[in-house]
């Protein structure tokens, strides 16, 4: 259990396009998703955290109107990052935290989908 | 900023334990410790949490100090699809708190 899923894995794009990625809970509904960005060779960076029916929450430094966050459901969130550019070429993942407690060991943990590679040319 | 400090990389020979070490002096009463790992080009995976006592699970052991001010995880017998970089990370139980991930230890298992 605890799956989550991204599509798609790997995009590439030219400079000035959109692209959307897709992040889905498998078996379980999410009160919350989290995005992040990693960078080569850098540890992952929050983006932000979105709930469901309700705005997403930007980190410090992170444009919300490029990085436009929607959280529909309680099984999907999308990341659409608009007008992409070289620079936000990255390794994008989600994240999400499970509704209930029912059980310790499901307790508020995150779990992760397995990333979405975004190269702009 | 990450409130937890882990040695940058270790080695660990297949088969034997891989004991990961991490720092969180500054821990307060109600955050928990959490380790995941993350494969390259793959999302972290979860692998164990605690409080104050010590834990194990399937995956992992999970060794914290009486005073909570570090904790080990211990891979019992590490194999080669063990190499990945570990991260340990403070954060409250419940809604509140998002994992914010330091720099991790690179773990990796030679044959």
């Known amino acids: 259990g605890a799956v989550v899923s991204q599509h798609p894995s790997w995009v590439i794009c030219k400079s000035g396009t959109s692209v959307k990625i897709e992040c889905r809970s498998l078996d379980f509904q999410a009160t919350t998703m989290f995005w992040y960005r990693q960078f080569p060779k850098q540890s992952l960076m929050l983006m932000a955290t979105s709930n469901e029916g309700s705005k997403a929450t930007y980190e410090q430094g992170v444009e919300k109107d490029k990085f436009l966050i929607n959280h529909a459901s309680l099984t999907l969130s999308t990341l659409t990052v608009t007008s992409a550019h070289p620079e936000d070429s990255s390794f994008y993942i989600c994240?999400?935290?499970?509704?209930?407690?029912?059980?310790?060991?499901?307790?508020?943990?995150?779990?992760f989908g397995p990333g979405t590679r975004l190269t702009v040319l | 900023d990450a409130k937890t400090t882990q040695p940058t990389s270790m080695d660990c020979a297949e088969g034997r334990a891989a004991n990961l070490p991490c720092n969180h002096s500054?821990?307060?009463?109600?955050?928990?410790v959490y380790w995941y790992r993350q494969i390259h080009s793959q999302g972290p995976q979860y692998i164990i949490h605690g409080l104050k006592n010590n834990e194990t699970n399937e995956m992992a052991s999970l060794i914290i100090t009486e005073d909570r001010k570090s904790s080990t995880l211990i891979l019992p017998h590490a194999t080669l699809r063990d190499t990945a970089v570990y991260y340990c990370?403070?954060?409250?139980?419940?809604?509140?708190?998002?994992?914010?991930f330091g720099k991790g230890t690179k773990l990796s298992v030679k044959p």
């Open positions: 994240s999400a935290r499970h509704r209930q407690a029912s059980g310790r060991a499901w307790g508020n943990e995150q779990f």
């Open positions: 990370i403070v954060r409250p139980q419940g809604s509140q708190g998002n994992l914010i």
């Open positions: 500054t821990i307060s009463g109600n955050e928990y």
